[in-house]
């Protein structure tokens, strides 16, 4: 159970008999807030009034490096609960400044995808901190994943390969299928292929094919595990019951409104890890919607009065208790921000522990098919793809 640890070092002074300072230090910790251990301190202050007290607030999330927040993997591998979404993340200056901020505030996991356009943005980034020392590539979780354009067996290793070297790495810690349609290639840069208005699928989709191609991705040592992104059930099983490398990891949509719990008991007894996107319910996509002729609005999740609640009684922002909501349930969350100061927030979430009426309470948020916010409508006729996932949503 993650705990709160506050250090005080304390010089206590008497020149009369030391020729300098002698330090003590004193270890409080604690599963409630900083209030607790501030009040602490006040009373040891009233004993040792000559004492100078200096606080360094401690979470758990300081030690991501060492994979302490981490899911583990059927095979071993470890993944970090809290990772740095990127989607729509094309501003080069603005994800350059989040990245180093997050690698900073201890971010050791970094969700991209070929379709976001941007993985040769994080291989710039990660190249500086590896150059300087200050990390190793063993350090990093790195996921990236096969674009509806690759979908077919012969172009797997040519988008892997893409990605690998855009990222400037060797391998790849998590390589997901994207979506389990498949898009007509056109070209190696293209990545919404359209005609007349309308998404260009490819409606031979063969995944089965495809995921035979990626197990030889595993084999050759680009891919240390592989996994699956907004598959439904059967979908999964389809994988599952075929593959010498099975999936390790399942990332969809989840959050307060939309828990999928019975996909998400699905994977468990596969033994499936989950990771969460749009854990807040994605409400900064509005502009790239509205550039594809989509609908968007925000579901107002970060506005809920019962999220809120909780959040003021923890002193904690309406995000930081949502990312609590799921990873306490071991749930991996990959929110994205470029925001510095969220980005912080967004990690900062392992001092606290929701208690059983709380999660309760937010369970009770669920609303079923209706709490969607992803249905891929942005590919326009996607609904009549022979493996589109959400059929019977």
Sequence with gaps: MPTLTHVCTCPLIHPSMYKRPMLK??????????????NVLKSLNLRFDNLKIKIEHKTTSNYIP???????????????????????????????????TALEAGYRHIDTAFMYANEHVIGRVLKQW????????????IVT????????????SLFLKKSLESLQLTYLDLYLVHVPFGLQFVDE??????????????????????????????????????GISNFNTEQVKRIVNI????????????????????????NK???ITVCAYAPFGSPGRKTFYDSKGVSFESNGLLDDPIVKKIAEKYGKTSA??????????????????????????NIDIFDIELTPDEIKELEALEKGAAGRTFDFNVFTGVQSHPEYPFKSA
């Design 320 to 345: 930081q208790i949502l990312l609590r909501f799921l990873t306490q349930q071991g749930v991996v969350c990959i929110p994205k921000s470029v925001t510095p100061a969220r980005i912080k927030q």
């Design 269 to 271: 007894k596969l033994g």
């Design 243 to 266: 593959a010498r490398h099975k999936p390790m990891n399942h990332q969809y949509e989840t959050h307060a409104y939309f828990q999928q719990k019975e996909l998400r008991e699905a």
């Design 25 to 38: 230090v004193f270890q409080i910790t604690s599963r409630s807030n900083i209030a607790f251990t501030t």
């Design 189 to 226: 840069e293209t990545r919404f292929p359209m005609k007349d208005g309308k998404a260009m699928f490819d409606n031979a989709t063969d995944l089965v094919a495809v995921w035979k191609a990626l197990e030889n991705e595993v084999d050759a040592g680009r891919v240390k595990s592989l």
């Design 130 to 141: 590896f150059d300087s020392g200050k990390l190793k590539r063993e350090d990093l979780f």
């Design 145 to 156: 994943k096969l674009p509806p354009v690759g979908m077919t067996p012969e172009k797997v």
């Design 66 to 100: 060492k994979m302490a927040n981490a899911v583990t993997f059927q095979n071993g591998q470890k993944m970090p609960l809290v990772g740095l979404g990127t989607y729509l993340s094309s501003n080069e200056q603005e994800l350059e400044t989040a990245l180093n």
